[in-house]
């Protein structure tokens, strides 16, 4: 496992290390800002709707171990996500605090992507076992399920960003829905599992 998480997190690399490639190498398109901004947010987007498949896809593999990357990946998504956005403030709006804060304001598509940012921060750095000792299992729990949550709003952020082709959105939108679909269907499972318990006469 230790070799396949060492392997795995190296992948997980690949499109950073992409992208300066590109940029040594002239091939960030005629806007390279932009250009580097999307693909920072396409990762970000990615890699946190990788994170929800695991474990849907644990449970149809049987393959148990996969949980022990499921953090790895949330990390990253984060991680591509804070480049994202700090990209956008260093390099697009080269740290002028005020455009910034007006872009926020304004733009409906800046706003959440902000605020989805801000809730992936207290997720990351709950991330540890240390914390989720700390916090308890059940309000970890709880507090993780804003998982959910910020990546609608990512797709949504996308979506609103983009303004003629929305094709990529979609998929993405695509992809979330039968992620929350198998989500909503496990919950109710698991309702119903528990009902019919409670149903039982006493042996």
């Known amino acids: 496992m230790r070799v396949f998480k060492a392997a795995l997190f190296l992948l997980c690399l690949v499109p950073l290390a992409h992208l300066g490639w590109l940029g040594t190498h002239a091939g960030l398109s005629a806007n390279p800002i932009e250009f580097v901004i999307r693909s920072l947010g396409d990762w970000a987007l990615t890699f946190l709707l990788i994170?929800?498949?695991v474990t849907p896809l644990r449970r149809l593999t049987g393959w148990n171990s996969l949980i022990r990357v499921r953090r790895m990946l949330g990390l990253f998504a984060?991680?591509?996500a804070s480049l994202h956005f700090l990209f956008y403030v260093g390099v697009d709006q080269f740290f002028d605090f005020h455009a910034i804060f007006q872009d926020i304001a304004k733009r409906p598509y800046i706003t959440l992507g902000f605020v989805c940012l801000l809730a992936l921060i207290p997720l990351a750095v709950t991330s540890t076992n240390a914390m989720q000792r700390?916090?308890?299992?059940?309000?970890?729990?709880?507090?993780?399920?804003l998982v959910y949550g910020i990546a609608i709003g990512g797709v949504v952020h996308y979506w609103w960003m983009v303004k003629r082709d929305i094709t990529v959105p979609l998929i993405y939108a695509l992809v979330l829905g039968v992620l929350l679909a198998a989500r909503l269907?496990?919950?109710r499972r698991r309702?119903?599992?528990a009902?019919?318990?409670l149903s039982r006469p006493p042996a």
């Not at 700390?134 to 399920?145: A, E, M, N, P, T």
Request: aromatic fraction near 18%.
């Open 195 to 197: 009902s019919a318990a």
């Open 191 to 193: 309702a119903r599992l």
């Open 78 to 80: 984060f991680f591509y």
């Open 134 to 145: 700390r916090l308890g299992g059940k309000r970890w729990v709880r507090l993780h399920r």
């Open 51 to 53: 994170t929800l498949g």
């Open 185 to 187: 269907w496990r919950l």
